[in-house]
């Protein structure tokens, strides 16, 4: 079992930035097996994914973004972060962590981030 927590979620300014941090508690080997992604949620839609770095490091992102949001994960620290820059208040929304390996998934329980003046 992989359990996530997710922190670092707030309330800011539009054009402001915050960064996100999900932390596992599993060994840091186990950890650097995983994939990890971040995905979020706004009141009235679906999941979407937002961000992913895989075991070996590479990263997608989702198209929406067109450059604000980085990806990075510190195997070390069992931590995978989402620095997000140039907030938009169409990003406010829950942002979850996901760890993923074939056949199994594990989530976090979400962090709220507002962006609104």
């Known amino acids: 079992q992989v359990q996530l927590v997710e922190s670092g979620g707030g309330l800011v300014q539009p054009g402001g930035s915050l960064r996100l941090s999900c932390t596992a508690s599993?060994?840091?080997?186990?950890?650097?097996?995983?994939?990890m992604d971040w995905y979020r949620q706004a009141p009235g839609k679906q999941r979407e994914l937002v961000a992913g770095?895989?075991?070996?490091?590479?990263?997608n992102y989702a198209d929406f973004l067109k450059g604000r949001f980085t990806i990075s994960r510190d195997n070390a620290k069992k931590t995978v972060y989402l620095q997000m820059s140039s907030l938009k208040p169409e990003d406010t929304a829950v942002y979850y962590c996901?760890?993923?390996?074939?056949?199994?998934?594990?989530w976090g329980q979400g962090t709220q981030v507002t962006v609104s003046s």
């Open positions: 996901k760890a993923s390996i074939p056949n199994r998934e594990y």
């Open positions: 770095v895989t075991s070996g490091g590479s990263t």
């Open positions: 599993i060994s840091t080997f186990i950890f650097s097996l995983y994939g």
